[in-house]
T-cell receptor
Framework: QKEVEQNSGPLSVPEGAIASLNCTYS??????FFWYRQYSGKSPELIMF??SNGDKEDGRFTAQLNKASQYVSLLIRDSQPSDSATYLC?????WGGGADGLTFGKGTHLIIQP | GAGVSQSPRYKVAKRGQDVALRCDPI?????LFWYQQALGQGPEFLTY????????KSGLPSDRFFAERPEGSVSTLKIQRTQQEDSAVYLC???????????FGDGTRLSIL
């Protein structure tokens, strides 16, 4: 069973609308949650990170975390064509818990339609 | 530069050859991670260094894979007797500490013929 699940998409959203990206994880020991954006042929770029239940906002981006439901999401407001990319959800256990690296989902391919 | 630097950007090798991939982390970042990313997949964790100490190598797929960071800065990932299934993008990431956000380099795209 994949530890981090994402809908691979593609998810098509009209320009100016809200894009909603979802991620579920299986390991209840996960403590840190990250969203990375990856353009084709490029490296992952950190967009948001969240550690506590609730919402965290940064500009047009909002990360939402619900540890009880093992669910994390990313909202992108006022979507722009430049937001078209693959969005990777990643989770991490406590350091030293035998899983020091990030565990990534496969990513959701987002397309913003002009 | 200010970011994580990896070299070479592209590497083509024949099956059975040994390869070495280099990572120069962000200055001051004590934590360094290596990941392998296959086409259409998310990155998969390979190994982790805290300064010069390799604290986790649970993700290395076989004993043909070896990583080092002798002086706690630059790291090298070595793959011996390469196989076709080793073809992937190898990403290096660094962070200020193990719990801090990781920043990735541009990766090395390895193709084994």
């Amino acid at each position: 069973q994949k530890e981090v699940e994402q809908n691979s998409g593609p998810l098509s959203v009209p320009e100016g609308a809200i894009a909603s990206l979802n991620c579920t994880y299986s390991d209840r020991g996960s403590q840190s949650f990250f969203w990375y954006r990856q353009y084709s042929g490029k490296s992952p770029e950190l967009i948001m990170f969240i550690y506590s239940n609730g919402d965290k906002e940064d500009g047009r981006f909002t990360a939402q975390l619900n540890k009880a439901s093992q669910y994390v999401s990313l909202l992108i407001r006022d979507s722009q064509p430049s937001d078209s990319a693959t969005y990777l959800c990643a989770v991490k256990r406590l350091w030293g818990g035998g899983a020091d690296g990030l565990t990534f989902g496969k990513g959701t391919h987002l397309i913003i339609q002009p | 530069g200010a970011g994580v630097s990896q070299s070479p950007r592209y590497k083509v090798a024949k099956r059975g050859q040994d390869v070495a991939l280099r990572c120069d982390p962000i200055s001051g970042h004590v934590s360094l991670f290596w990941y392998q990313q296959a086409l259409g997949q998310g990155p998969e964790f390979l190994t982790y260094f805290q300064n010069e100490a390799q604290l986790d190598k649970s993700g290395l797929p076989s004993d043909r894979f070896f990583a080092e960071r002798p002086e706690g800065s630059v790291s090298t990932l070595k793959i011996q007797r390469t196989q076709q299934e080793d073809s992937a993008v190898y990403l290096c990431a660094s962070s200020l500490g193990p719990e801090r956000p990781q920043h990735f380099g541009d990766g090395t795209r390895l193709s084994i013929l």
